[in-house]
């Protein structure tokens, strides 16, 4: 194996891992990344999806106990019950409209342009969202309606389009739906357990004529620092979130849109698609 690749892989797993869960997208950096890197092709867009698998390996460690009660509780415990039955409704739309779209939606949409624009428009968002004063209703998933779980489901769907971010997507609509900081913030690292894992094992079926026994320590080292920068970026997160808002994600996402755009229209970097 090319160590070259091998180095590649580490730090595309290093940027899944960091980004996955903050509200920046991980696709966009990804894509970004990658074209930089010159690691973009078809293998390499099931290499982005196949490693999200490392980063939920350390939101499953993180959050173990709960996820432990929940498996044990689930056939005679309420709270288990509709706590595993609100993620599978907030799972339910991604998996429809992803169906339905997602290739088309690969396609066409990811570009450096469109994550670009998209990181912009997400970062006005983010910042609108956090200049509502507004009490939230909802202090813990626990608290959460079969209503809300779908309505954080549907806002998960506008992550589909690259450089959006789910994370941002679920946490940041998950606020202006009445949950607290915190509250989103669980129940976006809850759903995206099934949406990740799910998303890695249908991109690895079907993709699977591209890939060998070869490419096992490429996905590998993926994988390894996926997990590695993961795990310390929720853990992180989980601190940060006590006493900050997520106001500086949104001038990071807006500076870096810019700055895409702006390389890209004057031709200093050839962003590839």
Partial sequence: MDIALLVKAAIMGIVEGLTEF??????????????????????????????????????????????????????????????????????????ILGLLFGKAIQANLFTPQVVATTFIVGGFIILWAERRTSTARIQSVDEMTRLDALKVGLVQCFAMIPGTSRSGATIIGGMLLGMSRKAATDFSFFLAIPTLIGAGAYSLFKQR??????????????????????????????????????VPFAWYRIAFGI??????????????G
């Avoid at 996905?219 to 310390?232: D, K, T």
């Fill in 22 to 95: 903050l509200p920046i997208s991980s696709t966009g950096h990804l894509i970004l990344a990658g074209s930089l890197l010159g690691f973009h092709d078809e293998k390499s867009k099931v290499f982005d999806i196949a490693i999200q698998t490392g980063a939920i390996v350390a939101v499953m460690i993180v959050y173990w106990e709960r996820l432990r009660e929940t498996m044990l509780g689930i056939g005679n415990d309420a709270k288990a019950q509709r706590f595993a039955t609100n993620v599978g409704i907030a799972f339910f739309p991604a998996v």
């Fill in 209 to 246: 004529a591209l890939l060998s026994a070869a490419d096992i320590p490429l996905f590998g080292v993926g994988l390894l620092f996926s997990f590695l920068s993961a795990w310390l970026c929720v853990r992180w997160l989980l601190r940060y979130i006590t006493t900050h808002n997520f």
């Fill in 259 to 272: 700055v895409v755009l702006v390389t890209w229209h004057f031709g200093w970097v050839t962003w590839a």
